[in-house]
């Protein structure tokens, strides 16, 4: 009796034994692809509607794991390292400095880039043609169009001759935008006033000093740190009536007066595609960048009540979509 126990004892604990790989590879199989996003916000939800809308619903099919560098240069390298390490499967940043940040953190894992201003200038790839290595993403030509918004703030107001410009001396599209503005603004008669304003750099010191250069206008870029604070932005070019063109058309819906530029869901919808073949590859695809420079150029129909502002005669703004 003793032996048949011992028998059966032993044919279970091999059955067990057997069984363990096949556990282990049923388990691989059903391991779901996990995207790390660096500063996660609200601008992030047309990026997950889309990948729900694909048939990827989180905790079901995908994951998603979260590091937060503020806007701030180290904590955003240290977002990014953190990521490379749980590891995830691909990192999605919006906006140059979280990207640069997850290129310096990895040459493996692929990187999605959301909304660069110049890629190549700025240091993220070496051409557009052939960005090789692993990173890919969509350009939205911050640069040469920061001047043609600067053209078209010009030609809807004549007058304007003192045009404040806010931008992120941490970013680099950034940087190159405020020296793209600076040679463009002597052939159009404007002089540009800097309004450099980091996360170490409080919005009402640097917009009471703005203040004090008189400008007849404002400018700004769709950069990630400023567009957290854009509803306090809009309500200030309001309460000092100063007319303001913005990069994103979205700042228009929310209140402001124009804008030139893309639309800020459709950027993150465009990568939807690469992202899920980045989940399903074994090995990462081909990177590849696209240019979303003429994705919506809106502004205004109708000035608002707040502006003062009358379009000069013969000005037809485009519709907004």
């Not at 007066?257 to 919808?269: I, K, N, Q, V, W």
Request: hydrophobic share 40%; with cysteine.
């Amino acid at each position: 009796m003793l032996d048949l126990r011992r028998r059966q004892f032993i044919t279970l604990l091999g059955g067990a034994a057997a069984a363990w790989p096949f556990a282990a590879r049923a388990q691989q199989a059903m391991k779901i692809p996990r995207i790390g996003i660096i500063d996660d916000a609200p601008r992030w939800k047309a990026f997950r509607h889309g990948l729900r809308d694909l048939g990827y619903l989180e905790g079901q099919n995908i994951a998603f794991d979260y590091a937060y560098g503020d806007g701030v240069p180290e904590r955003l390298a240290e977002a990014a390292a953190a990521l490379a390490r749980r590891p995830v499967d691909v990192i999605a940043t919006y906006g140059t400095p979280a990207s640069l940040a997850a290129k310096q953190a990895t040459t493996t894992i692929p990187i999605i880039t959301i909304s660069i201003g110049d890629p190549v200038r700025a240091g993220l790839v070496p051409s557009l043609a052939r960005p090789g290595g692993n990173i890919t993403g969509n350009s939205v030509l911050g640069p040469d169009v920061g001047a043609k918004r600067l053209q078209i703030l010009k030609e809807v107001i004549p007058t304007v001759s003192r045009v404040a410009f806010l931008w992120n001396p941490d970013n680099a599209s950034n940087v190159l935008q405020f020296e793209e503005l600076q040679r463009a603004a002597p052939r159009l008669g404007v002089t540009v006033i800097s309004v450099s304003v980091g996360p170490r750099i409080e919005f009402e010191t640097a917009f009471a000093a703005m203040m004090k250069e008189r400008p007849d206008a404002f400018a700004m870029t769709g950069e990630p740190f400023h567009q957290l604070h854009i509803a306090w932005i809009i309500e200030f070019m309001a309460k000092s009536r100063l007319r303001a063109m913005y990069q994103l058309s979205e700042n228009v819906r929310a209140g402001g007066l124009m804008s030139y530029g893309a639309s800020e869901p459709d950027l993150f919808r465009a990568q939807l595609a690469t992202c899920t073949k980045f989940c399903k590859a074994p090995s990462p695809p081909t990177c590849r960048w696209n240019s979303r420079s003429n994705s919506s150029w809106p502004s205004t129909s109708k000035p608002p009540r707040h502006s003062g502002l009358r379009y000069r005669p013969g000005f037809s703004p485009s519709p907004t979509r």
